[in-house]
């Protein structure tokens, strides 16, 4: 293999690396954020926006557990995510995708804020999908 194509390799496999780091810190940040986001839903919903014609109409101090279980859960998976691991990936993707439904549900309550997090949750789920595991490597 040519000095060229080893470096091409080493690069690629570092950057598969980075990029779950890089979706680690955001799942954590975004994780925090949705528990503080949880905690204003919960301890005073007044803080919100109210929509009375929403289909998908919650209380909104359900939507605060809501927000504030899923983000101890993207904090816990978030964490997780800093060992090379296949379950914290699989983890990430699928609870990326349940707090992305949850801030689209949620925009009429929040609206800047929500698409805010969608887009950050969008770019955890490319992060996440979007590494190759070296096949020297068992768990990554």
């Known amino acids: 293999m040519s000095t060229h194509?080893?470096?091409?390799?080493?690069?690629?496999?570092?950057l598969a690396s980075g990029l779950v780091v890089f979706s680690a810190v955001m799942?954590?940040?975004a994780g925090f954020l949705d528990l503080f986001r949880g905690i204003m839903g919960v301890a005073q919903d007044d803080v919100f926006v109210t929509t009375p014609n929403y289909i998908f109409k919650f209380d909104l101090t359900a939507w605060g557990w809501i927000h504030l279980i899923f983000g101890a859960l993207a904090i816990i998976v978030g964490m997780g995510l800093f060992r090379p691991s296949l379950w914290a990936r699989i983890a990430g993707v699928a609870l990326a995708s349940?707090?992305?439904i949850a801030n689209f549900l949620s925009i009429p309550y929040y609206p800047l804020w929500s698409i805010v997090a969608i887009a950050m949750y969008g770019f955890i789920i490319w992060a996440l999908c979007t590494v190759k595991p070296d096949p020297g490597r068992r768990g990554v």
């Not at 194509?5 to 570092?14: E, F, G, I, R």
């Open 98 to 100: 349940l707090l992305l």
């Open 5 to 14: 194509a080893q470096h091409d390799k080493a690069s690629s496999q570092h």
């Open 27 to 29: 799942m954590v940040v």
